[in-house]
């Protein structure tokens, strides 16, 4: 018995150290994935630091006053001068646009989704909508252009309206998702009391449900443009090029921020003769990143303000 | 108020299950139209994509060989329109694979990281911060990958190349521009993390927590847990969020514009320079110089992107949408 009782005591500490330390392998693999875990989020954060680096240091140079008032009209070689101020009225006017035709169909959609919807009608809807966030957003340019050709003729498809057409393509799904999201969130007490006292459907819709969720509403239709504010590739195909001052979507063509990035860039670098004073070879470049400087600014604007906007305007519901 | 008749019982319980008829009257009856239309309009709006395209490419499909070079501008090696969408979509698909290739475990990984690694009060953070990449205007990415990017790596790429060829003994050229595929790949594997990370995040939170606990109560270590418990459950998930990281690439234009430099080859050098190009680039670069039969061929090879797209989206969000049925998670 007596030794048979040892063996026995020195199995129960091998069983506890076996059950209270994971053995050596295991715990090597576990520390090496959470390396690789950690590293995986560090390896994503160094474009975004260089970037965002990159943008504010070279786009300062050139971000004063002047380059904000004025435009690129009579600008030519390396001259020190020329702005964006007419880049920055087409995306105001064009995004503005954009959200008009965009923020009633959404709006009105992410109505009938959440408050009518049933049925096939309803399924297919929400199909689509997701699978119309991934419509790439040069096919949209081409759309907004092949629809206005065939109306207006060859002429007619240079216009900020065309590019706003192709903006409120790739706006509607956004603004109808985010939408949708929201007025999900407005409890169903609230419309069952607003029956209870007799109020019509729709009447329960504007005034309860809408003035319920309009700061979750407001958000989503401000990061809806934050997203296509940025949009270049259908505007470079619809509303185009242009040097001066146009306000009017519907005749001639539009300059937008994102398009004078890229139309800066693809001037390159000036050639400029040996000693010329007043001649900058890399002008066309620094404006670019000014350019892309307020470009950045102003969408992380529209996103704080977006998420501001809930934080301060969303009622209480305890 | 004569005119809303108090409802009967069982849609007192359950009003929004109320259908229709007789309670609607006046404008209630119209709001509802109203409402419907617009969700009758939106699937028109994509019909009118898809027709529109169809219509405007219709003269490029029925020109003959000769009235596509002269008027259409397809570049004299090709016979056909077939021939010349070929490259194109050869070139895309390389370019979003890649991306895809090099993107996917580095967004699972940071969807790991905020799901079960960062601590709770760090991770909604760092879901911003990931957002953030997803607010940068494409432009952007694009003025930095050619005037930042591209150069860095360009020196990496030759001296990758060099290697290759020293070891393996293959012909691999690469350009020191660094304006190649392999950067366009890169950059955009960069643009499309937010959008994987961001469902697969959500996939992962889903977990049943009873059986992450399951896993740790039978003496797992975190990753066993995560090996055995999470990545199972949310595989499709990650399966969908990558389909539709592929979609946005697939789109993607002006960072492939901006930084590659065309050509039109099926090529597997990426690393070399005026190699390839894709369909989004292609058009955003002939376009605004481009008319008569040259703007059909383009809607045409416009007409190949958005069919593509249009494919992997639909079957990302298949895929997520039976998901969602079956999920035990709820």
Known sequence: MSTSTAPTLDAVERTRALLVSVDPGRRRIDRIMTVLVYGAFALAMVPLISLLWTVIDSGRVRFTLEFLTSTMRGIYGGIDAGGVYHAMIGTLVITLLAAVISVPVGLLTAI??????????ARAVTFFVDVMTGIPSIVAGLFAFALFTLILGPTGARTGLVGAVALSVLMIPVVVRSCEEMLKLVPNELREASYALGVP????????????????????????????????????????????????????????????????????????????ADCLADINELRAWAAALLLILIVMGLNLIGRLVTRWFSPKLR | MTTTDSPPAPAAVRPRQRRSGDTERGFSRVFRWISTGAGALLLGVLAAVALFLIVRAFPAFTAGAEQLHDAGKVPGSFGSLLGYVGPLVFGTLLASVLALVVATPISVGIALFISHYAPRRLASIIGYVVDLLAAIPSVVFGLWGVYVFSGLVGDLWVWFADVLNLILGANVEASPTGRSLATASLVLAVMILPIITAVSREVFLQTPKLHEEAALALGATRWEMIRTAVLPFGRSGVISAAMLGLGRALGETMAVLMILSPGLSYSFQIFDSGRHTTIAANIASRFPEANGLAIDVLIATGLALFVITLAVNMLARWIVARRKEFSGAN
């Open chain 1, 201 to 276: 459907k729709w009447l329960t819709i504007v005034r309860v449900v809408l003035r319920t969720s309009v700061a979750g509403l407001t958000t989503g239709v401000l990061l809806a443009v934050a997203r296509v504010i940025g949009e270049t590739a259908p505007l470079v195909i619809t509303a185009g090029t242009t040097d001066s001052y146009n306000v009017n979507p519907f005749d001639g063509r539009m300059m937008t921020l994102p398009v004078y990035i890229y139309s800066q860039w693809r001037q390159g670098v000036v050639p400029c003769r040996e000693g010329q």
């Open chain 1, 112 to 121: 009938y989704l959440v408050e009518y919807g049933r049925g096939p009608l």
